[in-house]
């Protein structure tokens, strides 16, 4: 077992009840899935076999942990508070989401995920929710699988000890009740996000563009507060609105960033700023500052990105350091962040922002700078990006109490990121998968998703997608249109290794 991983999952040693909250840096929607197997690969053991196990939360994480313990053999109760799975996720048509952006570059950037179960590809969010539930009601959820029990709209209130067992009270519209467990894994995510007015209603999970529509300006004025993933994120939203994004992220990995020094020197100084981070967060970013506005994009990198710019919209960081590259971001969007400020298309501003006033139909952002109070604007649009609470959930908090969820905070800092891993191949078809979990997405599921990716990233360039051998084992022959889609297409997908080859004959199209 691993006890990195159950300590900072256990506030309390005497009860089964695991948190896999939002605390770890770099988190996504597929970490949130390996964090969830790496947990029910430390503490099942030390569940006994066959008993009942209660996942409290339906998100992305949550719905992994269930089918995790389910091949395990566990009976398993899911509670979703919403009338949907992965809620948040499920109302967004206007977010893409990459798999694999915040591993770079410890790792590649393949376009999909390389899970045991429940894979999914770069798309936009609710696409993404789609295809995770749809493998999950088919091979997790129902009567003839004996599968998970999910109920839906039904808000957990309380978890107490009662003989041994865990007695979980919830609330579906009706009365009160309660069922008796094992074990209770609490998946109840993130906090609320934090804002500094009432201006920014938007989430970050919010469908919506943000770029504003209509403007007295002459060009639309953008202010981002925050320089975390979810800040930059929407920078490069701003500047290339017309990009496919997971084409983008794959130009800088795989062609504008080869040099395999300068990747070194990114890894070096990244994990120098994360060790200096919490006794010097100043020194930290400004020292990746020297790293990602420098010479680390290749002047063909510099010359496609400022060629598919979009100059239509100013745009302004506020971020209450002198230079806004944060460890907790992602490399590859401080890749771009890095060309933005270097070729003049980013106003930077240090300001600890504190509030938004709204007057003569624009936004000014107020807040502490080096010299005192100051306001700056106008804007079109203010976004709040300045990520989420770090705290824990009410359910937590009334559990186990405000002093020992802090105590515990404070304990296991450092284990925070016990499986946020950065590498991509622990369950990929390189690793021995323990156990049951040796599982895949059934190779028919993983066709019909790879026909889907080529159509939305690659449209008129494929002809065919065939399960077949390669390397002696399961995978797909893709006969493609164009002699350069072997570099710029994935070459694994869900597990399944990929061969190309060139199409012969009149051109079609799947």
């Given at each position: 077992m691993?006890?990195?991983?159950?300590?900072?999952?256990?506030?309390?040693?005497?009860?089964?009840i695991?948190?896999?909250g939002?605390m770890?840096?770099?988190?996504?929607?597929?970490t949130q899935?390996?964090?969830?197997?790496d947990?029910?690969?430390?503490?099942?053991?030390?569940?006994?076999?066959?008993?009942?196990?209660?996942?409290?939360?339906?998100?992305v994480?949550?719905?992994?942990c269930?089918?995790?313990?389910f091949?395990?053999g566990?009976?398993?109760?899911?509670?979703?508070?919403?009338?949907?799975?992965?809620?948040?996720q499920?109302k967004?048509?206007?977010?893409f989401?990459h798999?694999?952006?915040v591993?770079?570059?410890?790792?590649?950037?393949?376009?999909?995920?390389?899970?045991?179960?429940?894979?999914?590809?770069?798309?936009?969010?609710?696409?993404?929710?789609d295809?995770i539930?749809?493998?999950?009601?088919?091979?997790?959820?129902?009567?003839?699988?004996q599968?998970?029990?999910?109920?839906?709209?039904?808000?957990?209130?309380?978890?107490?000890?009662?003989?041994?067992?865990?007695?979980?009270?919830f609330?579906?519209?009706?009365?009160e009740?309660?069922?008796?467990?094992?074990?209770?894994?609490?998946?109840?995510g993130?906090?609320?996000e934090?804002?500094?007015?009432?201006?920014?209603?938007?989430?970050?999970?919010?469908d919506?563009?943000?770029?504003?529509?209509?403007?007295?300006?002459?060009?639309?004025?953008?202010?981002?507060?925050?320089?975390?993933?979810?800040?930059l994120?929407?920078l490069?939203?701003?500047?290339?609105?017309?990009e496919?994004?997971?084409q983008?992220?794959?130009?800088?990995?795989?062609?504008?960033?080869?040099?395999v020094?300068?990747?070194?020197?990114?890894k070096t100084?990244?994990?120098?700023?994360?060790?200096?981070?919490?006794?010097?967060?100043?020194?930290a970013?400004?020292?990746?500052?020297?790293?990602?506005?420098?010479?680390?994009?290749?002047?063909?990198?510099?010359?496609?990105?400022?060629?598919?710019?979009?100059?239509?919209?100013?745009?302004?960081?506020?971020?209450?350091?002198?230079?806004?590259?944060s460890?907790?971001?992602?490399p590859?969007?401080?890749?771009?962040?890095?060309?933005?400020?270097s070729e003049?298309?980013?106003?930077?501003?240090?300001?600890?922002?504190?509030?938004?006033?709204?007057?003569d139909?624009s936004?000014?952002?107020?807040?502490?700078?080096a010299?005192?109070q100051?306001?700056?604007?106008?804007?079109?649009?203010?976004?709040?990006?300045?990520?989420?609470r770090?705290?824990?959930?009410?359910l937590?908090?009334?559990?186990?109490g405000?002093?020992?969820?802090?105590?515990f905070?404070?304990?296991?800092?450092?284990?925070?990121?016990?499986?946020?891993?950065?590498?991509?191949?622990?369950?990929?078809p390189?690793?021995?998968?323990?156990?049951p979990?040796?599982?895949?997405t059934?190779?028919?599921?993983?066709?019909?998703?790879?026909?889907?990716?080529?159509?939305?990233?690659?449209?008129?360039?494929?002809?065919?997608?065939?399960?077949?051998?390669?390397?002696?084992?399961?995978?797909?022959?893709?006969?493609?249109h164009?002699?350069?889609?072997?570099w710029?297409?994935?070459?694994?997908y869900?597990?399944?290794?990929?061969?190309?080859?060139?199409?012969k004959?009149?051109?079609?199209?799947?």
């Amino acid at each position: 077992m691993n006890n990195d991983i159950v300590r900072a999952c256990k506030p309390d040693p005497k009860r089964s009840i695991y948190l896999l909250g939002g605390m770890s840096w770099r988190v996504s929607l597929h970490t949130q899935q390996r964090r969830a197997l790496d947990l029910v690969d430390a503490v099942a053991s030390s569940i006994a076999s066959g008993t009942d196990v209660a996942v409290v939360g339906g998100g992305v994480a949550g719905v992994m942990c269930a089918a995790a313990m389910f091949v395990r053999g566990y009976q398993v109760t899911l509670f979703e508070r919403a009338d949907v799975l992965m809620p948040l996720q499920r109302k967004n048509t206007t977010r893409f989401i990459h798999p694999n952006s915040v591993t770079w570059p410890y790792s590649s950037l393949p376009s999909s995920t390389d899970l045991p179960f429940l894979n999914w590809h770069s798309a936009f969010s609710n696409e993404i929710a789609d295809m995770i539930e749809q493998e999950f009601r088919s091979g997790f959820v129902g009567a003839e699988h004996q599968g998970i029990n999910v109920n839906l709209a039904t808000n957990v209130t309380k978890i107490e000890n009662r003989n041994n067992k865990l007695r979980v009270t919830f609330k579906d519209g009706g009365d009160e009740r309660y069922d008796l467990f094992t074990a209770v894994f609490a998946t109840t995510g993130f906090s609320s996000e934090r804002k500094i007015s009432g201006y920014d209603r938007f989430s970050y999970w919010e469908d919506t563009s943000p770029i504003p529509i209509g403007s007295k300006f002459e060009k639309p004025s953008v202010a981002i507060v925050g320089d975390g993933d979810g800040a930059l994120v929407e920078l490069i939203r701003c500047a290339w609105p017309n990009e496919n994004i997971d084409q983008l992220y794959r130009f800088v990995a795989d062609k504008f960033v080869v040099d395999v020094e300068k990747q070194d020197l990114i890894k070096t100084e990244e994990e120098t700023a994360r060790t200096v981070f919490s006794t010097d967060p100043q020194g930290a970013q400004e020292a990746l500052s020297t790293v990602y506005l420098g010479d680390i994009l290749s002047p063909q990198g510099k010359k496609f990105l400022r060629s598919r710019y979009n100059d239509a919209v100013t745009m302004t960081l506020l971020s209450k350091f002198s230079q806004p590259f944060s460890p907790r971001a992602s490399p590859i969007h401080k890749v771009l962040l890095g060309f933005l400020l270097s070729e003049n298309l980013l106003t930077r501003i240090e300001l600890e922002a504190t509030g938004v006033v709204f007057r003569d139909d624009s936004y000014f952002v107020q807040g502490e700078a080096a010299s005192g109070q100051i306001e700056v604007g106008p804007f079109s649009r203010v976004l709040e990006r300045i990520g989420p609470r770090r705290s824990y959930c009410p359910l937590a908090n009334d559990t186990f109490g405000a002093s020992k969820l802090e105590a515990f905070s404070k304990d296991n800092a450092a284990e925070f990121d016990f499986s946020n891993s950065i590498s991509t191949d622990k369950y990929g078809p390189a690793a021995q998968v323990r156990g049951p979990l040796s599982e895949v997405t059934p190779i028919e599921t993983a066709r019909d998703r790879l026909e889907r990716y080529y159509r939305s990233n690659y449209p008129r360039k494929v002809a065919e997608v065939a399960i077949g051998k390669v390397d002696q084992n399961p995978g797909f022959r893709v006969i493609v249109h164009e002699e350069n889609l072997k570099w710029d297409g994935p070459t694994v997908y869900a597990g399944y290794n990929i061969e190309y080859e060139r199409a012969k004959g009149p051109p079609r199209v799947i």
